[in-house]
């Protein structure tokens, strides 16, 4: 209490007490949310498609949109659906979800368990599955469109909402952009983003700097002359060539990495041959690799094309191994004040019981993408989607094996309270950025 305000007297309402009742609204309003959009999630967990793929996931969605008043754009980088809400002078603000699901054969028993199989960009047909959350997103991004639609009264500016397609492949973003996302649909002043995790629900964290790293997808294709099973000594084979090349890029981390740099290089695939005694003329290898640093980026690119060039020269190939980087995704950084600032947000709206700092993560997004191409800052973060009795029992037991990460055929985030947790926090990242 001021010393100009009398004894007894009601106190006078501010910028807390503002927020209070914002928040406050919010959830009754997504309360009122929730049974529709636990029907959503379960429709999106059963029916999901993969990447460039999501054709009646996209159309669901734009339908959400177009219900609640937004202007809705398909086809947007493939798949991809962009809803705007213009209301007034202000900020524009940037909103992402993904969308895609990944080619995994679900194994998590829940009654809305997917069984659908589908042919992906790669020609094969799988079970797919939505072992990322990427129907958790898309049911965060339709409940926080609700709320912002409804509550117009309480912020000016314009949002765009993007269902982004094929982030799996690391190349939605890049695609709904380069279909000239910044001159049809204006280009934000901020981007915002969240990820499920397997970290308890109703729990968020967010991490200043580097939070995801690099990723680097590599295609070789090894050439060597085929041959009679029986006679090696006429051939140039390319299956020892591809041992050979497989066991000497395992030493780029441990041999030319220093210890206090981060990389990582998975080959994942290997295809040679199509019988046992018939030495193939070629074979093809499928590399990932993983870092923060630009730096350490190059030297990991310029030593794998080194080794197996040299590896290629050491066998005898009749011609140059073909090396291609078929897509990459740059580290997804936080601002440091800028993360600051939302984390006071989240802290404010949550308790600080509730939030928290998270460590850096080895895998990729491609969220990155929208900030660094249309020069603006972007602030991305992580909601908790686990069971929060099991991890933290796994934990005390010393058996995070126990947890099911994302890309798990038994990954599955809990319900509640996951969704009025992920819309919550969307929707007070949201309101701060439009009146900041």
Known sequence: MSDQTPAGSPP???????????????????????????????????????????????ALLAGRLRALGYEVTEGVGRTGVVGLLRNGSGPTVLLRADIDALPVAEATGLAYASTVTQVGVDGVESPVMHAC???????????????LAGQRADWSGTLQLVFQPAEELGAGAAAMIEDGFFD?????????????????????????????????????????TGSHGSTPEQSVDPVVLAASVVLRLQTIVSREIAAADFGVLTIGTLHAGTKQNIIPDSAELGISMRTYEPLVRERMLAAITRIVTGECAAAGSPRPPEIEVTFSVPALVNEPALTAEFAGVFTDRFGAGRVGVGPQAAPSEDFGLWGSRAGCPSFFWFTGGGDPAAFRAAIAAGRMQDVHFNHSPFYAPVQDPTIQTGIEALVAAARHALTR
């Open 133 to 147: 959350g990427h129907d958790m997103h898309a049911t965060w991004l339709v409940g926080a469109a609700a709320v």
């Open 12 to 58: 006078v309402p501010g910028p807390a007490a503002d927020e209070a009742a914002a928040a406050g609204a919010q959830t009754a309003a997504i309360a009122t949310l929730l049974p529709g959009l636990h029907a959503l999630y379960e429709d999106l967990h059963r029916n999901p498609e993969l990447s460039f793929a999501e054709h009646r996931t996209a």
């Open 184 to 224: 049809r649909f204006g280009t934000p002043d901020i981007t915002l983003g969240q990820h499920v995790t397997p970290w308890p629900a109703g729990e968020l964290l967010y991490r200043a700097g580097s939070v995801m790293t690099a990723a680097d997808s590599i295609r070789i294709v090894l050439h060597g």
